[in-house]
Nanobody, 124 residues
């Protein structure tokens, strides 16, 4: 699976951004796709994931209600809509995937495929 992330940029606190992750190379029906982020000096952390087959979604508690993950089957693309952005959301955001075999993972080490990161900067 090849993943290409885009959509990062600069936003003001309280604003919104939408990230996209275009996937190719495999039929995605049996994959879990997720978003992670990594701020300078911090570990990579789970943001959200979506099970391509049925659209089930999972979120880190702190982002529930502000971030929404979704998919477009026709475009083989996963989105991360980020609203009410905060300066602490500043990070490099990565999309990732693994073959789903019944378990939902939130650790970055459980994801096998990664796209390049896209920088999100939120100013106060």
């Amino acid at each position: 699976v090849q993943l290409q992330a885009s959509g990062g940029g600069l936003a003001q606190a309280g604003g919104s951004l939408r990230l996209s992750c275009a996937a190719s190379g495999r039929t995605l029906g049996t994959y879990m796709l997720g978003w992670f982020r990594q701020a300078p000096g911090k570990e990579r952390e789970f943001v959200a994931s979506i099970r391509w087959g049925d659209g089930s979604t999972y979120y880190t508690d702190s982002m529930t209600g502000r971030f929404t993950i979704s998919r477009d089957n026709a475009k083989n693309t996963v989105y991360l809509q980020m609203n009410r952005l905060k300066p602490e959301d500043t990070a490099v955001y990565f999309c990732a995937a693994y073959y789903y075999s019944g378990r939902t993972y939130t650790r970055s080490t459980d994801y096998d495929y990664w796209g390049q990161g896209t920088q999100v900067t939120v100013s106060s």
